[in-house]
């Protein structure tokens, strides 16, 4: 995988130093979506790269990072998400499944109509914004929580003097203590598995980890969680690439 270039990643850090302010399905901000579509465009293979740009007129994956989020509705709100702190981090389609509607069976979804070339077009560009954004929203260690506290927006925190929530921290707050060359240098990581389950047990066995002690978020906190962020938003431009890979050059 080709390296993130710096600029980007420090338009991270400029956009993180912001207010901060989180829903509860805007994982990581605007920019933190751009950069796990930026980790992902590197790794494209050149097929899937000149499908991607077919399928998004010319675009790349970063210029429909936030898509998902821009066209978000009541329908389509729960597939940024699955709450399974409180069953001990593990995906039960009955216990936290929500019917179907979560951002696991959403990967799942949206893959097969990306897949299915027999779709009209258009479904198949939603799709491939639709997967830019929810495999960003997987690796968000809190899009994958706990339901009483609501993924975090429920538990207050103070960062950097300001009062916010433990959500919005992980959204946008702690990008602006990320070091872009941390980011940008880190090696491109082992995937993994492909099953979009594995990703999100292991995103909330990080979730069940970051509530602090102490509402005041202090420099321990930052110094211990930042390297983590950072393995996330590569982790999953890493597991978007070799999905975009897989299914686009079937």
């Keep these: ?15 993180g130093s912001a207010t901060v302010t989180a829903g509860p399905a805007a994982a990581w901000g605007v920019e933190g979506h751009r950069i796990v579509a930026d980790v992902a465009q590197a790794g494209l293979t050149p097929t899937a790269a000149a499908q991607a740009a077919s399928l998004l ?6 210029s429909v990072a936030s898509w998902a989020d821009d066209t978000r509705s009541a329908a389509t709100a729960p597939w940024h998400y699955i709450n399974m702190g409180e069953n001990g981090c593990r995906f039960d389609a009955a216990a936290n499944g929500n019917g179907g509607s979560n951002v696991i069976d959403a990967i799942r979804n949206q893959s097969a109509i990306l897949a299915d070339r027999s779709r009209p077009r258009a479904d198949r560009a939603n799709a491939l914004k639709y997967l830019v954004h929810f495999v960003g929203d997987i690796e968000q260690p809190l899009h994958t929580g706990y339901a009483r506290d609501r993924g975090g927006n429920s538990t207050a925190v103070t960062y950097n003097g300001r009062s916010t929530n433990l959500h919005a921290l992980w959204d946008s707050g702690l ?17 993994g598995s492909t099953d979009p389950v594995a990703w999100a047990e292991a995103s909330c066995a990080i979730a069940v980890t970051v509530y602090p002690a102490s509402s005041t978020i202090d420099s321990a906190y930052v110094a211990k969680f930042t390297p983590v962020l950072e393995k996330q938003l590569r982790l999953g431009g890493a597991r978007l690439a070799r999905l975009l890979n897989d299914v686009l050059t079937a």
Excluded: E, F, H, Q
């Excluded at 007129?57 to 970063?62: S, V």
């Design 1 to 15: 995988m080709k390296r993130i270039a710096v600029s980007v990643v420090a338009a991270v850090l400029a956009a």
């Design 57 to 62: 007129d010319g675009g790349n994956l970063a």
């Design 175 to 191: 990008l602006t203590a990320a070091t872009p060359a941390a980011v940008a240098a880190l090696p491109a990581p082992d995937p």
